[in-house]
């Protein structure tokens, strides 16, 4: 199996890089066109600055490149982020695979720190407010125990909306994993995420096409 790791302006790629090779897959990271068109996966993590990276995006052509890509692409934290539509961080337009906004925690009361750090549960969604296709189905987060802990790291977050698959609570309830068609993405990040985390990696590498 081919793997590219997108490679631009953001951190902790290198983490998802060594959570590969634990499950013997090595990835190329690379913002190379024709090697991310030709993987038979794509993955597209980081942390940083919304408008830097897509910056970087637009100016290597792979905001319009990640949109038109056929094969499953899994987006992790400001990845996920990127897919909307558009993120309050920078007031930055985004690539829009998933149509909705991306807010900016505002914390209500002393104790809620912002970013929000730490291991937090998912609760999974049964049912997907919008119809997939069949070739694409949601099995990111198959063979889950209930209520897993998975390990955050974000000041910004995705409201929940018709492509959210998992939710999480921290201020007010958010979008903790999306689901549209051959993109999938998660507001936390499975390589950081023990037993956990390597299931979901191990499930989207066997995604049916």
């Known amino acids: 199996m081919e793997l590219a790791i997108i490679k631009y302006n953001a951190g902790n790629i290198y983490s998802v ?17 024709e090697q991310i068109c030709k993987a038979d996966r794509v993955i597209f993590p ?15 052509h792979l905001d319009t490149v990640i949109k038109e890509l056929k ?6 934290c400001v990845g996920q982020q990127l897919l909307c539509r558009h993120s309050e961080e920078g007031d930055t337009n985004c690539i829009g695979i998933f149509d909705v906004d991306v807010k900016r ?13 730490g ?15 069949d070739n694409f189905p949601n099995t990111l987060l198959a063979n889950l125990e209930a209520l897993p802990y998975v390990y955050f790291v974000h000041s910004y977050y995705v409201p ?11 201020i007010l309830p958010y979008s903790a994993a999306l689901h549209k068609d051959n993109f999938y993405a998660t507001q936390f990040h499975p390589e950081k995420s023990g037993q956990v985390g390597e299931q979901i990696l191990h499930n ?3 995604i049916s096409l």
């Not at 094969?71 to 992790?76: E, F, N």
């Not at 925690?105 to 750090?117: G, S, T």
């Not at 291991?119 to 919008?130: D, M, R």
Request: with cysteine; aromatic share 8%.
């Open 204 to 206: 989207f590498l066997n």
């Open 71 to 76: 094969q499953p692409l899994l987006g992790i």
């Open 46 to 60: 980081g942390q940083g600055n919304a408008k830097e990276a897509m910056d970087y995006l637009k100016a290597h």
């Open 17 to 33: 890089v060594n959570a590969l090779k634990r499950l013997g897959i090595t990835p190329t990271l690379t913002d190379n066109i």
């Open 160 to 170: 929940i909306c018709q492509y959210t698959i998992a939710q999480a609570n921290y």
């Open 105 to 117: 925690f505002q914390p209500q009361r002393h104790n809620e720190k912002v970013p929000a750090m």
């Open 119 to 133: 291991w937090n549960q998912l609760i999974l969604k049964e049912h997907l407010g919008k119809k997939q296709k």
